[in-house]
């Protein structure tokens, strides 16, 4: 969770309050929990960074792509 609140902070969406963009990090943790290969050369910790960002990212792109229609 501090690792979700922590990365949520670096952003600020105006069509999101904190708690939402901190909901859409934990989908994203939740999806590193369920996608991780623990032979990868790749740490948890990296990976569910990465995770957590893209899907923090994803929110933002749909949230300017739904405004600008």
Do not use: W
């Amino acid at each position: 969770m501090g690792m979700v609140k922590k990365k949520a902070s670096g952003y600020s969406i105006r069509a999101y309050e904190r708690d939402d963009i901190i909901q859409e990090g934990l989908i994203g943790l939740m999806n590193a929990i369920t996608f991780y290969n623990i032979n990868s050369d790749c740490s948890f910790s990296t990976f569910a960074g990465i995770c957590i960002d893209n899907r923090i990212r994803k929110a933002l792109h749909y949230t300017n792509t739904d405004r600008s229609e």
